[in-house]
């Protein structure tokens, strides 16, 4: 009972055939704005809570099927209508004879806003860096490059096949640049910015410049 009430994330207690609300904790009421008379002894549907109209048939199912269900995405709305996006999981127990659904649910709205923000900001950086008369390349903390654009695959004399092996930064520089490299790479994790530097580049045909 204190685990339920004082849990970080929402959770519900509801019948699992009629779906009536049995208990809610606070995290929930406070994450939907709901009281909790308004909440117990109803179902979501009444509520306007989950406005993917037959998800509870579709969990019913599922649950009669696999004894429970795990991580599922879905759209809530609270009590003033605002969407959020949440993560849930369901369970069947056993209260005073009666078959009931125990439901832990996550808001992950933020989490996904700033997912989406990233991911624009990437596909942001990848058309400009696509449009540039510069060679531009990104890589990972090891040094493998995670994206090159076109004027340097084909500058290199590179295939897209070829990046799709996996390329590591030293690959596009002679031996003799390559320990710098390698130092540049070491010092990158612990310093935001860092000078620039004169290299030796190497094409794939081994010409250097």
Known sequence: ????????????????????????????????????DQVIGH??????IFPEIGLREQLKQLIRREGKASDIETTMINSKGKRLLCNFSAELIEIQGELCLLVVMTDITEKRLAEEKIMLSEQRFRQLAELLPEKVFEADNLGMITFMNHYLLSFFGYESSKFSEGIHITSLFSRKSQSIIRDYLRKSKSSPELPSVELMAQRSDGTQF
């Open 1 to 36: 009972s204190k685990a339920f009430e004082t849990n970080a994330v929402m959770m519900t207690i509801s019948t699992f055939e009629g779906g009536k609300f049995i208990d809610v904790n606070d995290t929930f009421l406070n994450t939907t704005g709901f009281k909790r």
């Open 43 to 48: 179902t979501s549907y009444e509520l306007g």
